[in-house]
């Protein structure tokens, strides 16, 4: 098993790298490959992935990415490529906070998550998860933000009425508010 990678990014696709370790180019599927400099050396910490068809490498740059894609993957339902996206869009604060709040729409803006799985990530992980989010009003309005424009509306719109919107409500009860605002 690895458990981390040091070594030079020499390509990047659209789903992956290739980090050069000592002469050996693994490729290594990662959330936001972009994100990683061509010729930049990092440390890229490591999930295998093997089965019977598959030997796969996942790649996050943190720990804490890899220990909420670790425990995402044993929920029902959820392979690796479904948690990996997840890490593409969402901060792991956001993530966590969604699952201790019972905030499926926020799980459910991420690829190939519908409603059923959202539930399925809740049921399996809340109140499991050990990594402290803090709970500030900022992080509320950027969800509030994103939730919004996922569902069309435009950056203009939303401005105008999410100082409006009470920040001590969960966020569902935000967006059901902020709906009410946009429609009037």
Do not use: C, W
């Not at 040091?6 to 599927?29: A, C, L, P, R, T």
């Not at 409603?115 to 969800?143: F, P, Y």
């Amino acid at each position: 098993m690895y458990s981390y990678l040091n070594g030079k990014i020499e390509y990047q696709n659209s789903d992956s790298i290739v980090i050069d370790v000592n002469g050996i180019g693994y490729k290594v599927f990662v959330p936001n490959p972009f994100s990683y400099e061509l010729n930049n050396t990092y440390r890229v910490f490591v999930y295998n992935h093997i089965r019977e068809d598959e030997y796969s490498l996942y790649g996050f740059k943190t720990l804490e990415e890899k220990e909420l894609f670790m425990k995402l993957i044993n929920v029902k339902g959820m392979g690796p490529k479904v948690a990996s996206g997840i890490f593409a869009t969402g901060s792991i604060k956001g993530v966590v906070d969604a699952i201790n709040k019972e905030n499926t729409l926020y799980l459910t803006k991420f690829p190939k998550i519908g409603e059923k799985l959202a539930k399925q990530i809740i049921l399996d992980l809340k109140g499991k998860l050990n990594i402290e989010v803090e709970d500030t009003e900022d992080n509320n309005v950027e969800e509030l933000i994103s939730v919004l424009e996922n569902l069309g509306y435009k950056s203009a719109e939303i401005k105008k009425i999410v100082s409006q919107v009470d920040a001590s409500k969960s966020l569902e009860n935000q967006v059901k508010e902020a709906l009410k605002l946009l429609l009037k």
